[in-house]
Each structure stands twice: as structure tokens, then as C-alpha cells.
């Protein structure tokens, strides 16, 4: 091959590198060298044959710029001439020494490091050639529009394995020049683990078929990207099968869709797998009598306490501490959960009871070292149920259940205890379970009903109103009383669906009255609410049972517990104005029993306040010194009362001369059905207008 470095015996070698790098070259091709200088590309080398085309001397074109040889060329076509990916041939005007514009062919070769290249220049020799070279200019351009310059990386090969085109998309995506790869240069960029995957796909689409698999490609850098490469059949003529692949780059969608499966099953706060994850990984390693698999259940004693005394942010700090205290003192393998709120559960393996137990107690250990929250020494204490699986486990959520169950055994031991679960509170949790579930069908098939007791004026003695009083016979059990199946519902959430259920069923049962006896009708149902109850949605629930069975607010009074008011008091005055603005009469139940404040008292909109019944019980063993406080306060307050568990006429005559307005009990009148209240008001109307 013939020299082409020509009247410049101090070439930079990254130069002559460049030149020798881009193709066999003679002295009859105009050859340059063009490098970036700053934002601008310049000539910093040029041969013989270029001197004798373009007519410069060999001084004036080594700081020459680019833009200036080529006049035609738009702002940013440079950019597509002077490309880092890949070779690129126009034909363009150049203009010589002397100002003329000469046409000729172009073809601009990058040099690896992307800031070089080499730039052959040969004149059109006659309007054939010109035609013929303008022709496949134009073919080039628009396959550069279509291919090279889309965002979608793509690769051409016309027969077999060998690339003939590569784009600008996926040089970009593996960090590549496109001669790097042309051929089977390609392939080096698969990940050495996918390849087999990938030729056998490969092999596919020159076969004929549309396929499609997932690989990594190895960037230049060493950077892996992890794509879906689909290929298609390619055909050309007179050369044989090839295939086009387009390539999509996952790796950011599989990063989003791996976080938010993280965020799925981890809790954010500590990031310990939460209650998902933990049920997944109990149930995965759960055999059916295999034994051998524990769990511990943790309950962080008083950390309400924390809360209410150091704030939620102290009380998010003790969270995490505790989390890192379980990380370091189970054994490598087990799992650690955040169950919900303060609770936490421990997965062991391959473990018997003793072992069990064991952890409980290195674990309490650890945890009740003490942490600063807030400028205060804090000890935290946890109550453990543990449960090791037997062969009366047959689900593993049963697993779970056990050492919750343990835990409330630990805590109703007095807290801060290790408890294992016995057999007898197993069962009686379990019945428990059952007991719920069979409450739960009651509620929505309206198997609950109610009896109504009459309530009368103290000294008239007639019938003013009826206290909705809410049953359940059970198909098997029998009467369950309300002591047991109210606390229930509270306790696991049924408690809305039950009050809803008490509430209509008695302005369905009024409305009936209504139509039966017609101005004999009990004027007035008092319905009880829960604690659970007393929020912003009960005036919208009242309303809407009251409109269902188109009855005035009159109609309804709401009784309230003392202790539910006292809860909240804020909030407990709010809900009780909403009602009261609606025009719902309000009554205090059981006033007396609980703690409240006085001075509150006489701020709350409520009509009546209830004797609870164990003061009345009293009147008949000389002491009748709480009832009457209750009564006189009541009369200095405004409030009508209402002796409840009235169960003798001496009581009655008592609670007469203390005051009270009314009275009800088993003396006066016993609970009794929709039914019998019809008819026993139909009666007593009759005889008291």
C-alpha cells in the first residue's frame, strides 16, 4: 500500500491510527482526518490527493473547519455526516481553494474513541455516475430515516448469523460503533449465559417463524441491559435468509415492577416483609404433619404509651429499633415480619419447642435493652406466643393463628411474659372463630331480631316509649345473650353491619306499628349504639333508615354509653350535634358506671340520661344515695332520666318520690316481640286516651 501521510513528518500517532484504521487507502483518494475542537469540528490532517482536489495548501486545511468544505450542508446535517456510531456516504459539493464548488462522494469513518474521522472525498467523473450515485443517495437517506435514525434499536441481517446493518439506537444502547458489530461482531454484545437462548431463536426466524427472547446485552462499559429481542423471517433475493430484529430494553420496567413488588410485600417503615409476604413464605414451607416449623408472635407492651407520651414520630423510632433488634438476634435463615401496628412474627425452621422457646427468650432480651426516644430512656417490652407445628395443623395460616392466640395468652398473664399455646385455649379461640363467622351469617341474613320493653312515665304510669333490644338464637347453641355476641361483633369488626341491622329493623318495626295501631303506636324506639359506632358516617346512617321507612327524627332516640362518649369527647359532641340538628333525641346509658367529667357533661346536646340498673338494685337495701345524685343532677341539668332494671313496685314508688320521669324494668312490662308489642300497645292505648 502507498504512503498517504504526505509533507508532515510529525503526525500524531492517533491520527495515523485513525487513517489506517477506516479502510486500504492510495494516493489517487483525497483523504482527510477531521477531530473535535471544542463544539466544532476541524481538519487536522490531510493526504496528497486531497491537497491536489481541493486546491488548499496543506497548512490551510489542517485548522480548517468542517462546515466549511461543505457550504450545502445544513445546521445539523454535520451531525449526521460526522456520526459516532457509524460510517456514513453522501454526495455533496465541496468547495475548492478557488471558491468553486466541486460535486463529490463522501465517506466519513469514525474512529473508536468517537472524536475522530477519517473523510474520503472522490469527485463524480460524469452525469451517469452522478445519477447513479444521486439514486443511491437518496435509497440511503430514506433507509437512514426508516432505520438508523428510529428511536427502536434494530439489526438487519441478509443471510444467516451475519449482520449488514446495525442503527443508531442500538449502538447507543450497547455503547458500539456499528463496524464493531457488523458481521458477527454482534454477538459479542449477548450475555454469555443468554446466547445459546438467543442463536437458537436465530435459528428459528431464518427457518421462518416470528420469535422472540429475553437476554442480556453486555454494553461496552460492562453495564448490563436486559432486553426482549424479537426476530422476524428476512428474505432477499439472490443472497438468502436473514432475519430483522427489533430489541426493547426492560431494564428500567423491571426495576419499577421489582420495587413495587418490594413495596407490595415489604413494610415500608422498618422494610420487613409484611403480613403478604409473611403467609407466602409460611405457606411455601408448610407440610402437612412434617412438624418442625415455628412461629412467634410479638406484641409490644404499652406502645401506646410511647405514642401518646413522645409523639408518633418516637414512636416510628422504637418501631425500627425493635425490627433491627429482631434482624440481629434470630438465626440466619429465619424470617422476620411485621405483622401490623407493634406486632412482629419470627418464622424458625427445623426447630422443637424448647428451641421455640429459647429465641422468645433471647429475643425479649434484647429487645427490653434500653433506647433513648425523645430524650427519655425507653426499656421495650414484648409479649411472645409461641406455636410449633403439630399434626392438628393442617393449613398454615392455622400455624399464624396459634401463636397469635399464645400471644394474648402471654399479655393476659400480666404482660411482658413468653407464652406457648396449651390446648384449651386453642380450642376456645377456635370456637371463638367459628362463634364469629356464625354471627357474621346471622347479621346478613337478618337471623338477629329484637324485643321491644316498654318504657313509662313515673307517674302516669303509661307507656311513652320502647328500647329496641337486639336477640340471637343460635340454630344450635340456643340464646346467645347480648353480653357475648355485642363485645364480639366490636372485637372483630361487626359491630357496623349489627347496629345498621338494629337500627332499620326498628323504623321498619315503628313504620309497622304505625299502620297497625295507628295514634296507639309507641311514640318513640330507643336504639343503643356502640363506641364503635359514634363517627361522622352515623348521622348520614340515622337519616337514611328514617327516610327509608318515612319517619320524623322524633321518632328515634339514640342511648350512648357514658364510657363511648368519654372516649373522645371532641369528637363525641360533634356526632351527637349532627344528630341532634337532625332532630333524633340523645340519652347517656348506664350514667354512672363510668368515668366523665361533669363540667363536659353539661355541654353535651343530650336530652336524658339512663340509671343504670345496679343503682336501682340498691333502693331495695336502703341505699339510694347514687341514684338519687344521678336524678337530682339530671333535674339541675335540665335532663329527664330513665330508671333502667326496674324489678319491684317498691322500687318504682322509690324512684317516684326520688324524681325520676321514667321507668323500666321486668315489674312494669317484660321485652316482648314486634308482634305482641302491637297488640299489648293496642291495649294499653286504648286504655291510657
Known sequence: MTAVIASDDHVPPEIVSSVFYSASVSDSLALLVAETAGRTQRIAWANEGAVQLLGYGLADLSTMPVEQLFPTLGGGELKLLLRRERSARRTLQVRTASGALVEAGVITTPSPGGRRWTVMLRATANEQERALRATADAHERRFSALTERSPVPTLLSEQGMRLAHV??????????GADQMLGTGWIDTIHPDDLDAVIEQVSAALD??????????????????????RFAHLFTPGVGAGFVAT???????????????????????TGLPNRTL??????????????????????????????????????????VEVA?????????????????????????????????????????????????????????????????????HVAPEELIRDCDIAMYQAKAGGKGRISVLD????????????????????????????????????????????????????????????????????????????GLLVLDETCRQLAEWDRLTGAAAPPRANVNVSALQLDGNLPDQVLAALQRHELHPSRISIEITESALMKDPESAQKV?????????????????????????????????????????????????EIASAVIALARNLNL????????????????????????????LAEPMTGGHAAAWFAVHGETTT
Open 167 to 176: 442503527n443508531d439506537a442500538f449502538c447507543g444502547l450497547v455503547g458500539r
Open 208 to 229: 421462518g417463524g416470528e420469535v422472540e427472547v429475553q437476554a442480556r446485552l453486555v454494553r461496552d462499559d460492562g453495564a448490563l441491559r436486559t432486553t426482549v429481542i
Open 247 to 269: 430489541i426493547e430494553d426492560i431494564t428500567d420496567r423491571l426495576a419499577f415492577e421489582a420495587q413495587l413488588a418490594h413495596q407490595a410485600n415489604h413494610d415500608p417503615l
Open 278 to 319: 409473611l403467609a407466602e413464605y409460611v405457606a411455601e414451607r408448610f407440610r402437612p404433619a412434617a412438624g418442625g416449623l415455628a412461629c412467634l408472635f410479638l406484641d409490644l407492651d404499652n406502645f401506646k404509651v410511647v405514642n401518646d407520651s413522645l409523639g408518633h414520630t418516637s414512636g416510628d423510632e422504637l418501631l
Open 324 to 392: 433491627d433488634r429482631l434482624r440481629a438476634t434470630v438465626r440466619p435463615g429465619d424470617l422476620v415480619a411485621r405483622f401490623g401496628g407493634d406486632e412482629f412474627v419470627v418464622v424458625c425452621e427445623r426447630v422443637d419447642e424448647d428451641d421455640a422457646v429459647a429465641l422468645a427468650e433471647r429475643i425479649t432480651a434484647a429487645l427490653s435493652r434500653p433506647m433513648r426516644l425523645g430524650g427519655v430512656d425507653v426499656r421495650p417490652h414484648a409479649s411472645v406466643g409461641v406455636t410449633v407445628q403439630t399434626a392438628e
Open 423 to 498: 390446648q384449651e385455649a386453642r380450642a376456645q379461640a377456635r370456637d371463638k372463630l367459628r362463634l364469629v363467622t356464625e354471627l357474621r351469617d346471622a347479621i346478613d341474613d337478618r337471623a338477629i331480631t329484637l324485643l321491644y320493653q316498654p318504657i313509662f312515665g313515673t307517674v302516669s304510669r303509661t307507656p311513652v316509649a320502647v328500647e329496641s333490644l337486639a336477640r340471637w338464637d343460635h340454630p344450635v347453641r340456643g340464646p346467645i345473650s347480648p353480653s357475648v355476641f355485642v363485645p364480639l361483633a366490636e372485637e372483630s369488626g361487626l359491630i357496623a353491619g349489627l
Open 576 to 624: 351527637l350535634q349532627q344528630l341532634r340538628d337532625l332532630g333524633v333525641e340523645l340519652a347517656i346509658d348506664d350514667f354512672g358506671t363510668g368515668y366523665s367529667s361533669l363540667a363536659y357533661l353539661r355541654h353535651l346536646p343530650v336530652q336524658c340520661l339512663k340509671v343504670d340498673r345496679s343503682f336501682v338494685a340498691e333502693l331495695g337495701d336502703g341505699h339510694g
Open 640 to 667: 329527664c332520666t330513665v330508671a333502667e332494671g326496674v324489678e319491684t313496685a317498691e322500687q318504682a314508688d322509690e324512684l317516684g318520690r326520688l324524681g325520676a320521669t321514667y321507668l323500666q324494668g321486668f315489674n
